[in-house]
């Protein structure tokens, strides 16, 4: 989902100077991971997303400080890549939960910023 | 105007070839509606729309999901000229059906999922490129004439 990331928007890449982003790249796929682990997590605790992703949170909002628009863009890509991936599985009613999941980790990360 | 490389070109047109355009705009609009329920305050003359089983089985959903994505056609033919193309639609969905332009945003976003779902590998990156910026082209014109 990442290279579908940066290459449709490539604004998001401003968040990554020190990273070696073609294709394939250790780091990306590092990276990449780490962010599927969290939403792991999530998953996990799906009552309590605050609880579970509260050092995230503080580190998005006091370190990284990502623009809260981008966490819409890479919500929409990996939605994009689990429709590419399972197109079976992922039906309307799928769809309409994992949108509302990714923007609930998407409400619970940026929810310290100000 | 809008610049088109070549490769965004080839791979829009390449793909839309393949599009099956009854299918996917009716799905499109369906997920719309069933994803972002909020849009369904502009179709309240559609019938039954209470459930996602509902919506995807509802012919009037059906039948509009044609004919926006039959529309949608007319850019891919005319990617050189988007804006003009819609210059009419854009009034009407401004002066008579009062759609919000954020709604374009959101079906064309849906649109590329529905094109992910449906290609598989075949969606690139490079090829989900494309066709964000096409439909990123698409919502500006049709919200172009608002006033």
């Not at chain 1, 990442?2 to 990276?31: E, I, M, N, V």
């Not at chain 2, 994803?35 to 089983?53: D, E």
């Not at chain 2, 990617?79 to 709604?103: F, G, M, Q, R, W």
């Amino acid at each position: 989902f990442s290279s579908r990331l940066f290459s449709s928007f490539p604004q998001t890449k401003t968040y990554f100077p020190h990273f070696d982003l073609s294709q394939g790249s250790a780091q990306l796929h590092g990276h990449g991971s780490k962010v599927l682990g969290a939403i792991g997590e999530a998953v996990k605790n799906i009552d309590n997303i605050t609880g579970a992703l509260a050092t995230l949170s503080e580190l998005h909002a006091y370190i990284l400080r990502v623009d809260p628009v981008n966490f819409k863009l890479l919500s929409h890509c990996i939605l994009c890549s689990v429709a590419a991936h399972f197109p079976n599985d992922f039906t309307p009613e799928v769809h309409a939960a994992w949108d509302k999941f990714l923007s609930q980790i998407s409400s619970v990360l940026t929810e310290k910023y100000r | 105007m809008v610049h088109w490389t070549a490769e965004e070109k080839q791979l829009i047109t390449n793909l839309w070839g393949k599009v099956n355009v009854a299918e996917c705009g009716s799905e499109a609009l369906a997920r719309l509606l069933i994803v972002y329920p909020w849009t369904q305050r502009f179709f309240s003359s559609f019938g039954n729309l209470s459930s996602p089983t509902a919506i995807i089985g509802n012919p009037k959903v059906r039948a509009h999901g044609k004919k926006v994505l039959t529309s949608f056609g007319e850019a891919v033919k005319n990617l050189d000229n988007i804006k003009a193309t819609y210059a009419k639609l854009s009034e009407l969905h401004c002066d008579k059906l009062h759609v919000d332009p954020e709604n374009f945003r959101l079906l064309g976003d849906i649109l590329v999922i529905v094109l992910a779902a449906h290609f598989g590998r075949e969606f690139t990156p490079a090829c989900q490129a494309a066709w964000q910026k096409l439909v990123r082209v698409v919502a500006h014109a049709l919200s172009y004439k608002y006033h």
